[in-house]
């Protein structure tokens, strides 16, 4: 595989998701089409052809690579990674390890997309954990929310961790120059919150971050702080309430409004409104933050739009140099807090 | 102070909330219109019926009990009870605990009233902690939320507690004769969650109570469990990220929809859409359960319709008999669970 350099290539686990290969397929098809995109399907060679076959792609920049096996949703995926070692999730992953591809995007089980991850990039110097976040809400689409969940039992220094990888994701995908960063609690000021947030505020304190403090569930929207801190528990709570908020406001919208308004103008209100409140979906992934390497978390139930959005999104993610960023401000955040307790 | 049985009386701290004394007094009027209500005002009496000469008052049961002192936000609520020994939230409670109120209701720090509340009533046997809490979306009017905040750091005994008196709250308040119960987590399998989610499991499923395992997040806006039990720290940060999405869907109707339909259509679908979201602010106060009687917990920023809605749903506890269904129970499934462990 030869690569231009102009061009970016990503990889997809065309096996990942409740709609594979189908939407996964139909997605990277349109993604294909973008400028400067090229595609690596990495799936069973013949279910990946007789997909492709619905499709004209003479034109298109999409090569398939073989990967015999993939795992199911529910699969433990340590145990199921070490089985099967040519899963779908890990040979694309290793096409970012071995520079034939920049980006992994998956809609697989988010479990064994951390793990192939972990195993084959590498987690970055000072970060244990690996992090998913991003703004949550078009309310605050400056604001990024750490970690959304696969962090469930957290330390003060994972959340350090969670928020230096969360202002290099404000600065180098928001253009935030010095993001504020706050802790997630129940009450704004200091003392308030429960003990992970009291022992995580001194930390935070001496860390050279600009940290602003505590903010409440409200700020959130408000966009108070530009990164907001929160172990994965909490912050997966929230955004799968979102998302079922987001459901039942559309189903209301319709239910309501239906008639009353010319279509096209509620069909424009209606996104509008969902894009304000469910921004996740928007996006159509996250990248996984603190691996060496672009790796794309999405959501299983992700359609065709979503794999085209988050191969779009990987794109951005490379451009920036996020995964650098976050390595070099880890390196720096640590060299400085141990500077401190010297 | 003689008391009529038909007639319930409720003691408002006049001093408590951002808008005190003008919006609590101005709510209490309204209440004292209603049948069935008599109001006892506490706090300090010049203050209070300086106020209440605002309104024509003469054929109203409303009586005035002085306290001199009241406590301010941010004030350590155990220190300023033990110095403060007249504060108006004490002396509102005591009114409680010695028959001459039915009911409590401040919109006084929280933790003031708690205290009040634990001191002056004391805690349900088998109740450690009190709990506030209760149906937080309108989507969803069936599903209770334990708790909404008092508690941030929790063992699994606690979140059982929380349980029983959510079962109670269904049971007495919504007319649910057999609730399911639910743990909040971040998976809906057995083995999905936090230290404290997957700890308090094993104990949930002996409890004896209708536990249907885990719920996340979406399914609290889909009502897939009565009562769904958090600790106090992610119930806090869900109940204000909702408040503040109301507030910003509020402003969003207003910008998007202002002039498209009929003012009264858009005020009307706007109180709906609210209503549905941002349903703890329509009900104005929620009980503390887990004390011997009944103190309404209210919002700082409660305005006169929260305070006569918190006085109506304080009438409705008191003749739910809500607080006698939570002793018994916490004394039933206290004893079952002793049973089985010997």
């Not at 920049?61 to 199921?80: H, M, Q, S, T, W």
Request: hydrophobic share 45%; aromatic share 4%.
């Amino acid at each position: 595989m030869t690569k231009d350099k102009k061009t970016l290539r990503i990889a997809v686990d065309a096996m990942g998701g409740d709609y594979a290969p189908v939407e996964v397929i139909k997605g990277a098809v349109s993604a294909a089409r973008d400028p400067d995109t090229e595609i690596v399907l990495v799936g069973p060679l013949d279910i990946i052809k007789s997909e492709l076959a619905k499709y004209d792609t003479s034109q298109l920049p999409i090569e398939c690579v073989n990967a015999d096996e993939f795992v199911k949703e529910g699969e433990p995926p340590a145990l199921v990674l070490r089985q099967k070692r040519n899963a779908s999730i890990t040979v694309a992953t290793k096409l970012v390890k071995s520079g034939d591809a920049d980006a992994v995007v998956s809609a697989g089980p988010t479990g064994a997309v951390v793990a192939s991850a972990l195993t084959i990039l590498g987690n970055a110097e000072g970060m244990e954990r690996p992090v998913v976040g991003g703004p949550m809400l078009g309310f605050s689409p400056n604001t990024v929310i750490m970690d959304f969940g696969g962090n469930v039992d957290c330390k003060p220094y994972h959340l350090l961790s969670f928020a230096v990888v969360g202002c290099a994701y404000a600065q180098k995908l928001l253009n935030i120059s010095n993001p504020t960063v706050a802790l997630l609690s129940v009450g704004s000021e200091e003392g308030k919150g429960n003990e992970l947030v009291k022992e995580s505020w001194p930390l935070f304190k001496r860390s050279g971050l600009n940290f602003i403090g505590n903010v409440e569930g409200n700020d959130i929207v408000t966009g108070k702080a530009n990164v907001v801190v929160c172990d994965g528990f909490v912050g997966n709570v929230m955004l799968k309430f979102l998302e079922g908020l987001g459901v039942a406001m559309a189903k209301w919208f319709k239910a309501n409004l239906s008639g009353k308004l010319p279509d096209s103008e509620l069909d424009k209100l209606k996104a509008d409104l969902l894009a304000r409140t469910v921004g996740a979906d928007i996006i159509g992934g996250a990248p996984l933050l603190g691996v060496n390497g672009v790796a794309m978390i999405m959501h299983g139930r992700s359609q065709a739009l979503q794999f085209a959005r988050a191969i779009g999104q990987a794109k951005v993610v490379v451009d920036s140099g996020l995964v650098d960023t976050v390595n070099s401000e880890l390196r720096r955040i640590g060299e400085k807090l141990a500077g401190k307790e010297n």
